[in-house]
């Protein structure tokens, strides 16, 4: 099969597709990878072969922006873990934003370009990141089956199920469809007639482990999370096994290049943590590590370790929970300390982890140094933790490998091209 992966200009949501792409390649199927091209460098480091669509959004622009003038990135909760909160007028202003400030921006400026791609390359199967919705247009268009790839938490599409049964409840003029307005505009440029499947996918590839997943009534492809780093050395320290436990403090790359820092207090963080009698590894950036007035005598300052080879060593990982950052750790069983930003999938992962038992969790605007060192004195002496994060490993590795989704994603897009 030809198998086109795509997925605007976001450098996480890209890595999290990499093992399926490869094993789909080693498969034997022709593989390419169509995004933005600012994407390029990062899908050519991989060792996949990328193919440049459009122009570049601004997204990125528009956070600093926001950042710089104290805005709030965007007004409405996609969480959805408030059924009060999810009114009518509150959903359909949600969507008003979402579209016009999200999704338009990041999808509208290779909308044309991937179209053309699909009907001069003719692929079999698209494979598109959950929030790129310009890609099932173009694979409708060129007649491809195509399946949703979801990174996190399926906020989008629990929020759609509800949007949906509160719009049909409406008089049919008043049934305003704010997502559906735009996406159905550029099926319709590409001759392609909108339906809900260029929302949700013909079937969703989903990695999330079924004990944090969301209840979402669709067609679901379970995927075993594979951590991808990217290129990256094994500095020769870590491969020393540590003499005390060690606690890992990282709070991702995205905030530093979307708005400029961290939500949460790092050097606060490190001066909290400064008397636990444990290593403590910060990987943080080189600008950021200009900013701190001191580095504890128990803590190293690093501005990139790769996480799957340092988490397997760590007794606890302090994070921003971000999901490739949360599964990663829980492939190792290593309890967590979410510190989540209070908008999209972080809120919601990090609860789901803590219910489970594996970690805790501590909103970013309830951080203290204080908090934060009690909550890892807690993760390393309560073994509960490190018994429910044993069991959340186990389960994401009984999850179907790379090579087995890829093995059903041949009989799926058979079956799919059959019925169309």
């Known amino acids: 099969m030809r198998i086109l992966f795509a997925t605007h200009e976001e450098k996480t949501h890209f890595l999290g597709m990499v093992p399926l792409a490869w094993a789909a390649h080693n498969a034997g199927h022709e593989v390419l990878v169509a995004s933005q091209p600012a994407l390029t460098d990062v899908i050519v480091s991989t060792g996949l072969t990328a193919v440049p669509v459009g122009g570049d959004h601004t997204l990125q622009h528009l956070l600093r922006l926001a950042a710089a003038s104290d805005a709030r990135e965007l007004d409405h909760d996609l969480s959805g873990d408030r059924p009060d909160k999810l009114t009518w007028e509150y959903l359909t202003a949600g969507y008003e934003e979402w579209v016009r400030w999200w999704w338009r921006i990041v999808n509208d400026p290779m909308a044309d370009d991937l179209v053309d791609l699909c009907r001069s390359w003719r692929p079999d199967l698209v494979i598109w990141e959950s929030l790129t919705y310009a890609a099932p247009v173009a694979a409708r268009a060129a007649g491809a089956a195509h399946a949703r790839f979801v990174w996190s938490s399926d906020l989008c599409a629990r929020l759609r199920a509800h949007y949906l049964r509160l719009r049909d409840a409406r008089p049919p003029g008043e049934r305003v469809d704010r ?171 990090s609860s789901r982890l803590a219910e489970h038992g594996a970690g805790l969790m501590i909103g970013s605007h309830e951080v203290t140094g204080p908090a934060v060192r009690d909550a890892v004195e807690r993760l390393l002496r309560e073994r509960s933790f490190r018994l429910r994060a044993e069991a959340l490993r186990r389960e994401i590795r009984a999850q179907p490998s790379p090579d087995e989704v890829t093995r059903r994603l041949e009989d799926l897009t058979d079956a799919r091209r059959a019925a169309s």
């Open 179 to 349: 997502l559906a307005e735009w996406l159905g505009g550029l099926a319709g440029a590409a001759g392609v007639e909108f339906s809900e499947e260029l929302v949700s996918g013909q079937f969703t590839i989903d990695q999330v482990p079924g004990s944090l997943r969301l209840d979402v009534d669709l067609d679901h492809v379970p995927l075993r999370y594979v951590p991808y780093n990217g290129r990256s050395v094994v500095p020769r320290w870590l491969r020393t096994p540590p003499d005390r436990p060690r606690v890992c403090l990282t709070l991702g790359t995205s905030s530093v290049e979307r708005l400029g820092g961290y939500a949460v207090p790092v050097q606060d963080l490190l001066d909290a943590l400064a008397g636990l009698d444990a290593e403590i590894v910060v990987t943080l950036p080189r600008e950021q590590q200009a900013e701190l007035r001191h580095v504890p005598a128990n803590a190293r300052v690093v501005d990139f370790v790769p996480l799957n080879v340092l988490a397997p060593t760590c007794s606890a990982v302090v994070n921003h929970a971000g999901p490739g950052t949360v599964f990663t750790t829980a492939v190792h069983g290593v309890p967590q300390l979410l510190l989540p930003y209070h908008i999209f999938d972080a809120p919601v992962l």
